[in-house]
Each structure stands twice: as structure tokens, then as C-alpha cells.
């Protein structure tokens, strides 16, 4: 699951085993999860069959639940800014973009050369931040 989240298999080894993960389920089957470590929603993925039918949406609010019962002040995310997709799915859930890094993505940083999200290079970096006490 967490390599639907990220295309580095080097990135996904440095936080693994770090915050905690929320799990959504449907009996024994695994719906999506997110990765909560420190006040970063790190890591968020949802199972293909299962997508646009609101398991996201209901890890994002968890997670901010989780967050705020925890006494943070807010609830970052970063994402690619090729992925309109995702930053149209933040945005939408009340997350506002804070900063851009670039050349975020790529081989120094465990990332293939020339990889895509819908015909856009995945370069750059933007980071989103919840309010948690608004």
C-alpha cells in the first residue's frame, strides 16, 4: 500500500516504521491507510477499486482528528506539484499551500529520471498545512 503513496522505494524505507499508521478496512480487506509522523501526514493511499468513494477522505479527517486529539496545531502534507489531483484533494479538505522545494524529486533523491503524473514532469515538491485549531 504505501507504494501506491510514493515512487521511492528509498524514501518509503527512511519512514516506514516511523508515527503511526491508520488503517481503513472492509472486513479483512485493506482499504487505503495513512501515516501520521509528528504533525506530517506522510503517507496516504487508497486501493485503486476503492478510489473516489470517500476512504480518503475519511483517513485525512482521522488523521486530523488524531492530530488534533494530540494537541498539534496543525497537520502539514507535501505532495508533487505535477499531481493536480492531489492538490485539488487537499485543498478541497481545507489544507493551504505553504511552500514549494524545488527539484525535489529525482534520482538523488530515490526518485526515477523523467517520471510522470499525467504528462506533467514530477520535479517539484509543495508542501499544504491544515489549521488545526481554526
Same mark, same amino acid.
Given at each position: 500500500m504505501l507504494a501506491l503513496a510514493d515512487d521511492s522505494s528509498e524514501?518509503?524505507?527512511a519512514y516506514i516504521?516511523?508515527?503511526?499508521?491508520?488503517?481503513?478496512r472492509e472486513g479483512d480487506a485493506i482499504l487505503g491507510h495513512a501515516q501520521i509522523v509528528d504533525t506530517e501526514l506522510k503517507s496516504l493511499a487508497v486501493a485503486?477499486?476503492?478510489?473516489?468513494s470517500g476512504v480518503g477522505r475519511a483517513l485525512v479527517e482521522a488523521?486530523?482528528?488524531?492530530?488534533? =486529539?494530540? &494537541?498539534?496545531?496543525?497537520?502539514?502534507?507535501?505532495?508533487? @506539484?505535477? /499531481?493536480?489531483g492531489n492538490l485539488r484533494f487537499y485543498q478541497r479538505l481545507?489544507?493551504?499551500?505553504?511552500?514549494?522545494v524545488r527539484? =525535489?524529486? &529525482?534520482?538523488?533523491?530515490g526518485y526515477p529520471e523523467?517520471? @510522470?503524473? /499525467?504528462?506533467?514532469?514530477?520535479?517539484?515538491q509543495v508542501f499544504l498545512e491544515f489549521d488545526l485549531k481554526a
Open positions: 524514501q518509503i524505507a516504521g516511523l508515527g503511526r499508521i491508520l488503517v481503513a485503486e477499486d476503492r478510489r473516489r488523521a486530523i482528528a488524531r492530530a488534533r =486529539a494530540d &494537541g498539534a496545531a496543525c497537520l502539514t502534507v507535501s505532495t508533487a @506539484t505535477a /499531481d493536480i481545507g489544507f493551504r499551500m505553504t511552500r514549494i527539484d =525535489a524529486f &529525482g534520482p538523488r533523491t523523467g517520471l @510522470t503524473i /499525467d504528462g506533467i514532469l514530477l520535479r517539484d
